[in-house]
């Protein structure tokens, strides 16, 4: 049985889809937390050259918790319609390693995520979070596509 489903977020329709297959399959049975991962280290390779300023980093961090804060707002007007609250949890790290701790670390039971269905060199070059968090999550992963 499946008392709890991680589902990680970005602001893409993917991560939409996710949280919609999460509630239509698990709304009645489960709690579902949705995580979003800020990427401190992706935002740092297209930083601008204000990012060298005193504060520029707190006030991007600022910024990203208030992204955040406005998906999680967003989707929960999705589960609304399914009269399930969800649970929400932001992290700052690298998104398949900080999914895959937090799954560790939480009751997770199952792991719902989208893909961007990357192949050939794209793949290679930019590697696959969801296809790291399949190979390393110790429960079931389901991606959506």
């Known amino acids: 049985m499946t008392d709890h489903v991680l589902v990680p977020v970005d602001a893409s329709p ?3 889809q996710a ?20 990427d401190f280290v992706e935002a740092g390779y297209g930083a601008p050259m204000e990012a060298s300023l005193p504060g520029y980093w707190e006030d991007w ?10 998906l999680f707002e967003n989707l929960q007007s999705m589960a609304d319609d399914y009269d399930v609250t969800l649970a ?14 937090f799954a560790d670390t939480e009751p997770i039971d199952h792991v719902v995520m989208g893909s961007h ?20 999550a110790h429960c079931p992963v389901t991606i959506v596509r």
């Open 61 to 70: 961090y600022e910024t990203e918790k208030e992204n955040a804060e406005e």
């Open 117 to 136: 269905g990357r192949s050939g060199v794209s793949r290679i070059l930019l590697g696959s979070v969801a296809e790291t968090v399949l190979r390393r």
């Open 88 to 101: 929400t949890e932001t992290v700052m790290g690298q998104p398949a390693r900080s999914i895959v701790e």
């Open 19 to 38: 949280v919609e297959f999460a509630l239509e399959e698990y709304a009645d049975d489960a709690t579902i937390t949705v995580l979003h991962v800020i």
């Open 14 to 16: 993917l991560s939409e």
